[in-house]
């Protein structure tokens, strides 16, 4: 399975792409802007290639800034670095010799099977389709990080992945491509309280090292900030599902990303109601009432310990 992670390295972003370089055929990395700028999360993911022994990677740089919003960043959870926790060299590698719009419009264009895993703000994905509507018949699969079934995180409703750029995610979900979708409502239950990385450290290695650190930093942060018990693993469920799917239950709804709420902006409002329909484009009231087709699969519950169980294992297999 080839696989493009697109993220904002960014912490949790780190072990989605530890986890696909080890059980994917990881083809690209590309960056968006998100927990930090765009520069700070490409040198980011310039650090984690190089310290994880995986400079073969291309990375390639993204999108400044979302669609329509302005930047957001959440230097309150990773940092100023974005990657706060262990001081990494300044890294040397260079940079894919493209755009990632490009990067990634190329990569689909040139084969047949590869997937998207986004896990940052969704406007690299979104630009690429508007530039190259044709690769939406050629993705194989999008699964990402974003959104929630019950509460946000930058807002009570809108969790920041989706909330820094709603449009982006508007033009995603409403792409026809295959979607897996893993909002807070699971991924805070992939939980790394002090005794899961802790199972990290005693790992021993160089790489377990840098990472426990780093998650050590996100782990403060999130308990500071929203009184959590550890560090939620968001990105590497969008991965993990990928590698080995029964770690997850996922559920078939339809999504839509709220564009207009005063207080609902960058909401996914996902349609629960196991409604089966018979048509793709009812409107107006009957689009309420009777819902529209699920456009996604919404996971819906995780098996902690598998989940930890893959990840540690992955983390061993590093130097
Ligand atoms: O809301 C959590 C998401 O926002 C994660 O992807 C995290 O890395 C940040 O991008
Ligand atoms: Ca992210």
Redesign the pocket.
Known sequence: MKVICD??P????MLAFLLAAKHLELIGITTVM??QSLEKVTKNALKIVEFAGLTSIPVAKGMPRPLVNEPLY?PEI?GETGLDGHALPEPTTPLADMHAVDFIISRVMENDDVTLVP??PLTNIAAALIKEPRIAEKISCISL??GSLTYG??TPAA???IYVDPEAAAVVFRSGIPIKTFG?NV?RQAEATEAEVERIRRIGTPVATIVADLLDFYRTSLMRVFGLKGA?L??PCAVAVLIDPSIFVMQPMHVEIELKGEFTRGMTVCDYRHRRLTSDNLQGKDAVIRGKKPNAEVAVAIDKERFFDLLIDTLASYR
Do not use: Q, V, Y
């Open positions: 993220g904002d960014g912490h949790d972003d998100g927990n959440a990773h896990t940052g990080m974003g995180n930058s969790e920041f992945n807070l991924t939620s968001h990105d």
